[in-house]
């Protein structure tokens, strides 16, 4: 895992490095393009309670960050989830994310991405992927923002052996493989306040192939309040025998944003 890790802190300081290397790069400013807000910042809790016949308690909670400055962008991003079912803990799943960005034009850059899920009681203890490439933005304004980015990659995965169920997607392999990473993210600031925002994600492997695409409405409430409908669907070409080859899910949600 210190391979791993080594390789992920190369990946994402690939912009960075690129960056030093670039200073006397001339990019001629773009009249049509206007530049992020430095700084913006999310906090997401969403919460069920079932009683009588069932007996179950869900949390989940997630905070992003994205900072600009310059030729520079850096986000990150923590989710959790934990669910209790008749007084014992039966999911907890971390999810957590970083990518840092060096514009190299008014419309490319570069990218180095790295994803993990650990998670105590599903299918996989650990999954990693990290990336770098090259990223083309179509249209980034206030209103509409369209980018897509492309570059190979490194996938591990750790199967949970004692915790793999029927229903659960996964093979009983330990996954240490290159990939190909491909994203494309939009949104759209539909009013004053609703906005709309999709994400499809794609990594190719020798084991698998995964798509995960992630749809939200957003609605504020307040300057700093917004209700928020989320649909996320997970799609895989190679499953076990009898299962479905997506999942989705559909969560309502609490967004403060600053």
């Given at each position: ?124 203890f650990k ?44 093979f009983p ?86």
């Open positions: 895992m210190s391979k791993l890790f080594i390789l992920s802190l190369g990946l994402l300081s690939a912009p960075a490095i690129f960056a030093e290397e670039s200073t006397d790069l001339d990019i001629a400013p773009d009249t049509t393009t206007e530049a992020p807000k430095p700084l913006s910042t999310e906090v997401e809790f969403g919460y069920q309670s079932h009683t009588g016949n069932s007996d179950s308690r869900s949390l989940n909670a997630r905070i992003n960050g994205e900072y600009t400055a310059g030729r520079h962008r850096t986000n990150g991003e923590w989710k959790y989830y934990n669910l209790y079912k008749d007084g014992e803990e039966d999911k907890r799943q971390s999810t957590y994310s970083a990518q840092s960005d060096y514009k190299l034009s008014p419309k490319t850059y570069l990218y180095g991405s790295f994803k993990g899920v650990d998670s105590r009681y599903s299918a996989y999954d990693y992927t990290i990336s770098s490439g090259l990223g083309y933005q179509f249209a980034n304004t206030e209103a509409f923002v369209l980018e897509l980015e492309l570059g190979p990659g490194f996938r591990y995965q750790e199967p949970n052996l004692d915790e793999i169920d029927d229903d659960d997607i996964i392999d330990i996954v240490e493989e290159a990939i190909f990473r491909g994203n494309i993210n939009t949104s759209w600031q539909a009013l004053d306040n609703l906005r709309f925002n999709a994400d499809v994600t794609l990594v190719s492997g020798e084991s698998n192939l995964r798509m995960d695409t992630d749809l939200e409405a957003i609605n504020d409430i307040t300057d700093n309040i917004a209700l928020k409908i989320a649909f996320s669907r997970q799609y895989h070409d190679k499953v076990p025998e009898g299962l479905e080859k997506s999942d989705s899910i559909l969560s309502v949600n609490l967004l403060f944003q600053f």
